[in-house]
């Protein structure tokens, strides 16, 4: 019952949807709504027969109970297609910057689409600085926007939405995303209850995403091959669309259903304490892969001129390459700079297209009230001086509209990225520091990064430090995963190691050979057996002998008293010609507490025989090692003498970057180029942010930071800078090899574009 009762459905219904199949009525228990919850009757309607052999919806009537069209076995697709995609259609559009994401999760007992002029909403859109809008064809429910003959139209649709869309953008020249939801899709569930995601012990329930309201489609179902894929060829080839998006991937649960475990072998370990638990996570999130590879190589054989999205695959938590035909990254949901920030440094390494996007809504998607705009902008400021487009997500009303609020908002800030398109547009991030973000350090040894929240949080957190270290202190840096490191590790004048566990030999040895060439290497010691690599300790010539027993130590700072960090500290000594740069100071012990002193920190002591950070040359090149978890500590705790100490470390190692920014405020800055040019960009970060609901961040309110001295190194001989947007020449002086310019104020970004600096 439980199943039907998702929809509404009684259990005499039935609802068959998959491939080569005619639509049919199923049956609805009376007064209930498309939540599950009681609600009001009367949503029965009459039927008749549709055009194309199916069975369409009119307005409400009075005959009880029947009220979803579904498709019954052995029908064919006659129909021919309504759009045909001009060759190469994808590749010669204009960048889409802004894009509208209007979510349209429609329950069964709403009508859909009365009075919707498809012409009207693009001119709307595009109106209101809108490049592209994401429309959807299947929702989180399974139901449709247009008159599939594969998957399960929505109930009461009243005309086709996609086709609408589809000609108004064509006509208005807005780009065409179509969304499908992958793995929520509760009608299909109750058509084929064995196609459901059975997640049913203590772990697996508190753990993965599942907001409640949808049934889960298992990934060894014949969801694939029966609904998901033919759907997704059914749209390209019928519809005129730029780009497929798809949602709702692998944050899910294992599954427990008798399929999962006939194909892995036995019973589904429900915790990475049984002993098969390595061996079932690899084979699972292979199932997710194959599904991925399959989607993408039949898609792109039914229509190649269409572009593969799928949405947070192939980011930060899943830094690999993604599949051949995926043509752009993607991530959302968080309002926040130092969410999109992250998110899109990562992506600026893998060398694709991205973007980032975000509701407008003040507390996730659970409200229609508008975010203050200074949320909004911020979180648009850092995707787009990283190289990424930016997505508004909105909420359609049932006809189809967006709310007044919703267009302003649009208006408000695609209007701030729209005036920079002349610096954003064809630019991409100069490659200097490289970030290393490995798949195997936050995995684990027992892939505990999935399905656990917990653990998820735990191994990102030195990412997640660094991050917010350098977007907040101006240090510009892209994030690669281990096989992009490898390939464009010679582009880069600084690698850094953030606590990297697991660094298999043959990365040591690619950046030992870098190191040789002439490169320079920071790396930060995990406080964990797991983060011991022999050979880079080699390379930076520490000789290790454990680590301390105390979760706290103190550093030595030039000028002033000893400081005290938390962290487990690595106990090394410089050998083979390195030296000490940072010395450790050890906390007084005494009588029967050592070192826990009162609250449970003792006062610093004397020297220590073992160092902080140590340097030493390689051939051409250089290595500090950091005996401690620097940047998992920065995100625990904030600490700004560490981000003081790690930005000295980096100017021993890069004196001279592309661009350095001098303020006290939280500034991020972007260095990119863009053919001759270079474009720096400073985003501020220092705005009043607070948390609603103690997780949802919002921005009221962004000060203005006057009078930030910028240092651009200087570049070709005559370069001209200018403060974008508006062109305005500003006053240079060149002298220690920079050029010094004053940036006035400082509000949410400020561009400064240097032409002809790489002539």
Same mark, same amino acid.
């Given at each position: 019952?439980?199943?039907?009762?998702?929809?509404?459905?009684?259990?005499?219904?039935?609802?068959?949807?998959?491939?080569?199949?005619?639509?049919?009525? #199923?049956?609805?228990?009376?007064?209930?709504?498309?939540?599950?919850?009681?609600?009001?009757?009367?949503?029965?309607?009459?039927?008749?027969?549709?055009?194309? *052999?199916?069975?369409?919806?009119?307005?409400? $009537?009075?005959?009880?109970?029947?009220?979803?069209?579904?498709?019954?076995?052995?029908?064919?697709?006659?129909?021919?297609?309504?759009?045909?995609?001009?060759?190469?259609?994808?590749?010669?559009?204009?960048?889409?910057?802004?894009?509208? &994401?209007?979510?349209?999760?429609?329950?069964?007992?709403? !009508?859909?689409?009365?009075?919707?002029?498809?012409?009207?909403?693009? =001119?709307?859109?595009?109106?209101?600085?809108?490049?592209?809008?994401?429309?959807?064809?299947?929702?989180?429910?399974? &139901?449709?926007?247009?008159?599939?003959?594969?998957?399960? =139209?929505?109930?009461?649709?009243?005309?086709?939405?996609?086709?609408?869309?589809?000609? *108004?953008?064509?006509?208005?020249?807005?780009?065409?995303?179509?969304?499908?939801?992958?793995?929520?899709?509760?009608?299909?569930?109750?058509?084929?209850?064995?196609?459901?995601?059975?997640?049913?012990?203590?772990?697996?329930?508190?753990?993965?995403?599942?907001?409640?309201?949808?049934?889960?489609?298992?990934?060894?179902?014949?969801?694939?091959?029966?609904? /998901?894929?033919?759907?997704? #060829?059914?749209?390209?080839?019928?519809?005129?669309?730029?780009?497929?998006?798809?949602?709702?991937?692998?944050?899910?649960?294992?599954?427990?259903?008798?399929?999962?475990?006939?194909?892995?072998?036995?019973?589904?370990?429900?915790?990475?304490?049984?002993?098969?638990?390595?061996?079932?996570?690899?084979?699972?999130?292979?199932?997710?892969?194959?599904?991925?590879?399959?989607?993408?190589?039949?898609?792109?054989?039914?229509?190649?001129?269409?572009?593969?999205?799928?949405?947070?695959?192939?980011?930060?938590?899943?830094?690999?390459?993604?599949?051949?035909?995926?043509?752009?990254?993607?991530?959302?949901?968080?309002?926040? *700079?130092?969410?999109?920030?992250?998110?899109?440094?990562?992506?600026?390494?893998?060398?694709?297209?991205?973007?980032?996007?975000?509701?407008?809504?003040?507390?996730?998607?659970?409200?229609?009230?508008?975010?203050?705009?200074?949320? #909004?902008?911020?979180?648009?400021?850092?995707?787009?001086?990283?190289?990424?487009?930016?997505?508004?997500?909105?909420?359609?009303?049932?006809?189809?509209?967006?709310?007044? =609020?919703?267009?302003?908002?649009?208006?408000?800030?695609?209007?701030?990225? @729209?005036?920079?398109?002349?610096?954003?547009?064809?630019?991409?991030?100069?490659?200097?520091?490289?970030?290393?973000?490995?798949?195997?350090?936050?995995?684990?040894?027992?892939? @505990?990064?999935?399905?656990?929240?917990? %653990?998820?949080?735990?191994?990102?957190?030195?990412?997640? *430090?660094?991050?917010?270290?350098?977007?907040?202190?101006?240090?510009?840096?892209?994030?690669?995963?281990?096989?992009?490191?490898?390939?464009?590790?010679?582009?880069?004048?600084?690698?850094?190691?953030?606590?990297?566990?697991?660094?298999?030999?043959?990365?040591?040895?690619?950046?030992?050979?870098?190191?040789?060439?002439? $490169?320079?290497?920071?790396?930060?010691?995990?406080?964990?057996?797991?983060?011991?690599?022999?050979?880079?300790?080699?390379?930076? $010539?520490?000789?290790?002998?454990?680590?301390?027993?105390?979760?706290?130590?103190?550093?030595?700072?030039?000028?002033?008293?000893?400081?005290?960090?938390?962290?487990?500290?690595?106990?090394?000594?410089?050998?083979?010609?390195?030296?000490?740069?940072?010395?450790?100071?050890?906390?007084?012990?005494?009588?029967?507490?050592?070192?826990?002193?009162?609250?449970?920190?003792?006062?610093?002591? $004397?020297?220590?025989?073992?160092?902080?950070?140590?340097?030493?040359?390689?051939?051409?090149?250089?290595?500090?090692?950091?005996?401690?978890?620097?940047?998992?500590?920065?995100?625990?705790?904030?600490?700004?003498?560490?981000?003081?100490?790690?930005?000295?470390?980096?100017?021993?190692?890069?004196?001279?970057?592309?661009?350095?920014?001098?303020?006290?405020? @939280?500034?991020?800055?972007?260095?990119?180029?863009?053919?001759?040019?270079?474009?720096?960009?400073?985003?501020?970060?220092?705005?009043?942010?607070?948390?609603?609901?103690? /997780?949802?961040?919002?921005?009221?309110?962004?000060?203005?930071?006057?009078?930030?001295?910028?240092?651009?190194?200087?570049?070709?001989?005559? %370069?001209?800078?200018?403060?974008?947007?508006?062109?305005?020449?500003? !006053?240079?002086?060149?002298?220690?090899?920079?050029?010094?310019?004053?940036?006035?104020?400082?509000?949410?970004?400020?561009?400064?574009?240097?032409?002809?600096?790489?002539?």
């Amino acid at each position: 019952m439980r199943l039907f009762s998702a929809l509404g459905y009684d259990a005499t219904g039935s609802c068959v949807v998959g491939s080569g199949m005619r639509w049919r009525w #199923i049956r609805l228990s009376s007064g209930v709504t498309g939540d599950g919850a009681s609600g009001a009757g009367n949503l029965s309607h009459k039927n008749r027969e549709a055009t194309n *052999g199916t069975k369409d919806c009119e307005s409400p $009537g009075t005959v009880p109970e029947t009220i979803a069209i579904i498709p019954e076995a052995g029908a064919v697709n006659r129909r021919e297609p309504l759009y045909r995609k001009e060759p190469s259609m994808v590749s010669t559009r204009s960048t889409y910057l802004c894009r509208s &994401h209007p979510d349209f999760h429609m329950p069964a007992d709403v !009508e859909v689409g009365a009075g919707f002029d498809g012409r009207a909403y693009a =001119r709307r859109l595009k109106a209101s600085g809108a490049d592209a809008v994401a429309f959807f064809a299947k929702c989180h429910y399974g &139901h449709s926007y247009y008159p599939t003959q594969v998957g399960c =139209r929505h109930p009461r649709l009243a005309k086709d939405m996609l086709a609408e869309v589809v000609r *108004g953008c064509r006509a208005e020249g807005v780009g065409i995303v179509c969304y499908m939801s992958v793995f929520h899709d509760t009608a299909a569930v109750v058509s084929h209850p064995d196609w459901l995601l059975k997640a049913d012990n203590a772990f697996t329930l508190q753990n993965g995403f599942d907001c409640g309201r949808y049934l889960q489609v298992c990934v060894n179902s014949g969801y694939r091959d029966e609904l /998901f894929i033919p759907q997704s #060829i059914e749209v390209v080839t019928n519809y005129d669309v730029d780009e497929m998006f798809y949602d709702t991937m692998t944050t899910f649960k294992p599954c427990f259903c008798d399929n999962c475990k006939r194909l892995f072998g036995g019973e589904i370990p429900e915790s990475d304490k049984d002993p098969r638990w390595l061996e079932y996570v690899k084979w699972y999130r292979g199932c997710f892969e194959r599904f991925f590879i399959e989607t993408t190589e039949r898609v792109h054989a039914a229509n190649p001129n269409v572009g593969i999205i799928f949405n947070w695959e192939w980011g930060t938590r899943n830094p690999v390459p993604p599949p051949p035909h995926i043509t752009r990254l993607d991530a959302d949901l968080i309002p926040t *700079g130092t969410v999109a920030s992250a998110q899109c440094r990562y992506f600026a390494g893998t060398g694709l297209p991205f973007d980032y996007m975000t509701g407008r809504f003040l507390h996730g998607l659970g409200n229609w009230n508008n975010a203050p705009v200074a949320t #909004i902008k911020y979180t648009a400021a850092c995707t787009v001086a990283n190289g990424g487009g930016f997505y508004i997500i909105d909420r359609q009303i049932p006809n189809g509209d967006l709310e007044e =609020r919703g267009y302003a908002m649009m208006r408000e800030v695609f209007g701030f990225i @729209q005036e920079r398109r002349h610096v954003l547009e064809g630019a991409a991030h100069a490659p200097e520091i490289a970030v290393l973000h490995s798949f195997d350090s936050i995995m684990g040894d027992k892939l @505990q990064f999935f399905p656990d929240h917990r %653990a998820r949080r735990d191994r990102m957190e030195a990412f997640e *430090g660094i991050s917010r270290m350098f977007m907040h202190h101006a240090r510009h840096y892209t994030a690669l995963g281990v096989p992009n490191l490898l390939k464009r590790l010679g582009e880069y004048r600084l690698v850094i190691l953030p606590e990297i566990e697991y660094l298999d030999d043959k990365t040591a040895a690619a950046l030992r050979g870098y190191v040789e060439a002439g $490169g320079a290497l920071l790396v930060s010691q995990s406080a964990a057996e797991a983060g011991i690599s022999r050979p880079i300790l080699n390379l930076a $010539g520490a000789d290790f002998a454990g680590f301390s027993d105390l979760e706290y130590g103190y550093f030595a700072r030039p000028g002033s008293e000893p400081i005290a960090v938390r962290g487990r500290f690595a106990n090394v000594r410089p050998v083979n010609g390195a030296r000490e740069v940072i010395a450790r100071i050890e906390p007084l012990r005494a009588g029967k507490g050592g070192a826990q002193f009162g609250h449970g920190y003792a006062p610093a002591a $004397g020297a220590s025989e073992f160092s902080v950070a140590i340097e030493r040359p390689v051939g051409q090149g250089k290595v500090i090692y950091l005996a401690m978890p620097a940047f998992k500590q920065y995100w625990q705790y904030q600490n700004f003498y560490v981000a003081e100490m790690v930005g000295g470390l980096i100017d021993r190692l890069l004196p001279d970057p592309y661009a350095r920014a001098t303020t006290e405020a @939280q500034v991020e800055i972007a260095v990119m180029r863009k053919g001759r040019d270079l474009i720096v960009h400073l985003v501020n970060h220092s705005g009043r942010e607070t948390l609603g609901g103690h /997780f949802y961040p919002s921005t009221e309110y962004m000060p203005e930071i006057r009078g930030i001295p910028v240092a651009i190194r200087a570049g070709a001989a005559g %370069a001209v800078i200018t403060l974008e947007p508006g062109g305005r020449p500003v !006053e240079t002086a060149l002298r220690d090899g920079c050029l010094h310019v004053t940036i006035p104020a400082l509000h949410f970004m400020e561009t400064l574009q240097a032409k002809d600096y790489f002539a």
